[in-house]
């Protein structure tokens, strides 16, 4: 089954290095590095050694680390950039190509033919200097190249026998769950060879679209911490995790989840931005129950609201009481937690004085508290 069986290829360290506002130091590129590991995931891609001469030096620092993590890095469909590639010492090598119209006329202006020739000559260059390296083939926009021209270039690529694996990229954001369904299945189904899923999010599919891969067959997800990428990025870690335990916790209790929020924080920090309110597990409201009637059930029992258990994630729920949405269940939760012992109809009584003020003004948990010892000393 793929949601038991699969791996995180974490583009952090590559695709990441695409968002507009990160540009990871050296000593940044370790700390990412050591945390994934830490956290679990399997691949970690990093940036062409092509790139600069900087980004050269870190995958090789990154590989003198040792991680549990294969390293792998990401370089296009050239003999010279392969050369550089093996030299770093990488576990794999991910190749690419575009294959849409738009990429073939602006991009390199290989026909399909030429493509399959080049990769030919690069694949089996890369597979003659390192038997055992793992190496992958992707065609770039494969959701806006024509299907015949695509499945002309997996299928030759399949039958050369020198890849591990074959990449499927949701470049521009535009596929849908059912047509990333449709292809995934396709290749895995025609090729046997394990399949990669890169999903940008411009249109909001990415995690749904990573889904809907792994349930065609794919076997590896590319994911960046927070989703950070060109634009406005692909899959984030994070919410994949989270689609992934909504179906089942087993599938994900392979990564050390109390680690998200670490790594979610360290790389918002590194890019200077703020982790977005409403992110996956560790937007600041992710965990916070408002309405009454929600409020009550969740005091009761957190499963009545919760899908995803945040003390999972090193993280706690809160329940908000200071506003006029409230209800009393929740102001008696609030006087338990504090030691307070008051009866129902002075519980009663405080709410209707909570939404009533705010109404004007929500209240602070201060202001609450306060009213709330203010009763017992009365
Ligand atoms: C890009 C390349 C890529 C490559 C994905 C892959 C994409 O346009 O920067 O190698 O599978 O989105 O197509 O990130
Ligand atoms: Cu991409």
Not at 18 to 32: D, H
Not at 112 to 131: C, K
Not at 148 to 161: K, Q
Not at 211 to 231: F, K, M, N, S, Y
Request: glycine share 6%; charged share 20%.
């Amino acid at each position: 089954m793929p949601f038991e069986n699969f791996s995180v290829i974490e583009s952090t360290l590559r695709e990441g290095e695409q968002f507009s506002t990160a540009t990871f130091t050296t000593a940044q590129k370790l700390e990412i590095v050591r945390l994934l590991d830490a956290f679990g995931v399997e691949m970690i891609e990093m940036t062409s050694p092509c790139a600069s001469p900087q980004s050269e030096a870190d995958i090789r620092a990154v590989v003198a680390t040792n991680p549990r993590a294969r390293i792998l890095t990401h370089i296009r469909c050239k003999k010279e950039d392969a050369l550089v590639a093996l030299d770093t010492g990488v576990h794999g090598v991910d190749v690419v190509i575009g294959t849409s119209p738009q990429l073939i006329k602006h991009s390199h202006g290989k026909s399909i033919r030429q493509i399959i020739d080049t990769a030919y000559e690069v694949l089996s260059f890369i597979r003659a200097q390192a038997p055992d390296i793992i190496l992958r083939f992707s065609t770039e926009d494969s959701f806006r190249s024509r299907e015949t021209d695509l499945l002309r270039v997996y299928l030759a690529v399949a039958d050369m026998g020198l890849v591990n694996r074959l990449g499927v990229a949701d470049t521009v954001g535009v596929a849908l769950p059912s047509r990333v369904y449709e292809l995934v299945h396709q290749l895995v189904r025609l090729t046997g060879l394990d399949v990669e899923f890169h999903g940008h999010n411009d249109s909001g599919c990415a995690i749904a679209n990573a889904c809907a891969a792994l349930e065609a067959g794919a076997t590896h997800i590319d994911t960046t911490v927070l989703g950070i990428g060109e634009r406005n990025g692909i899959t984030p870690l994070g919410g994949l995790v989270a689609r992934l335990y909504t179906l089942n916790k087993a599938y994900v209790q392979k990564y050390d989840l109390q680690l998200l929020p670490v790594l979610d924080q360290l790389i918002a920090e590194y890019c200077g931005i703020e982790i977005p309110f409403n992110n996956y597990i560790t937007g600041s409201s992710a965990f916070i129950h408002k309405a009454g009637i929600h409020a009550k059930a969740v005091l009761a029992d957190p499963s009545t609201y919760e899908a995803l258990d945040p003390a999972d994630f090193g993280l706690t729920r809160e329940i908000a009481i200071g506003h006029r949405l409230t209800g009393w269940n929740a102001v008696r939760g609030r006087a338990q937690s504090l030691g307070l012992n008051l009866s129902d109809a002075v519980l009663q009584d405080i709410t209707r004085q909570i939404k009533e003020r705010a109404d004007t003004k929500p209240l602070t948990l201060a202001e609450i508290d306060a009213l709330l010892r203010a009763e017992v000393t009365a």
